[in-house]
């Protein structure tokens, strides 16, 4: 099994930055896309960003110019910064991989949640 440990939340002050880092470790054949997701009180949960293992990104038009996805392949991390946080962004974000465990089947793999809020 894959098992994806998120950090970096907290609470800010809207204008500010956060980084977030979710790191997948287990037994891991290989692994795709990895990605950020969002989920706030009363919503859906909604994807944030995405980023392949080449390195191409997609974001969400919401944080398109504030938020940049990254990951380290070596380490099997992927990363967000998020800056000139508003309100809007508070959410518990979630970190995707899909991957293949060893053994197993190519999967999506989600981590625990990490809360971010951001204070007007």
């Known amino acids: 099994q894959v098992q994806l440990v998120e950090s970096g939340g907290g609470l800010v002050q809207a204008g500010g930055s956060l980084r977030l880092s979710c790191a997948a470790s287990?037994?891991?054949?290989?692994?795709?896309?990895m990605g950020w997701y969002r989920q706030a009180p009363g919503k859906q949960r909604e994807l944030v960003a995405t980023?392949?293992?080449?390195?191409?990104?997609d974001y969400a038009d919401s944080v398109k110019g504030r938020f940049t996805i990254s990951r380290d392949n070596a380490k099997n991390t992927v990363y967000l910064q998020m800056n000139s946080l508003k309100p809007g962004d508070t959410a518990v974000y979630y970190c995707?991989?899909?991957?293949?465990?060893?053994?197993?089947?190519?999967?999506?793999?989600w981590g625990q949640g990490t809360q971010v809020t951001v204070s007007s």
């Open positions: 995707r991989a899909d991957a293949v465990a060893s053994p197993g089947i190519f999967t999506a793999y």
């Open positions: 287990g037994s891991i054949f290989a692994i795709g896309p």
């Open positions: 980023i392949t293992s080449g390195g191409s990104t």
